[in-house]
């Protein structure tokens, strides 16, 4: 198991509490509290943090992407 890396941004969002990343993987924690983690993605955490709506951009680009990314739910 990989240990989370949490980035230290407070991303004005609606959607996502805090974003991290593994060694192969983007980390999301939601505002619900839910975390999940995205196999294959973490190289986008820096593009999501620079979007003009980080929410947006994770919706379209990853939570969309099932093809893409493999999704855990952590909590």
Do not use: P
Not at 9 to 17: G, T
Not at 31 to 44: D, E, H
Not at 46 to 75: C, P, W
């Amino acid at each position: 198991e990989h240990e989370i890396v949490w980035h230290t941004k407070v991303l004005d969002s609606s959607l996502i509490n805090k974003l991290g990343y593994t060694a192969d993987s983007l980390v999301v924690e939601f505002c619900n509290g839910s975390v999940y983690k995205y196999k294959g993605a973490q190289s986008l955490l820096y593009d999501i943090m620079q979007a003009s709506s980080a929410g947006s951009y994770l919706s379209s680009n990853v939570i969309a992407r099932k093809d893409l990314y493999e999704v855990e739910r952590l909590s």
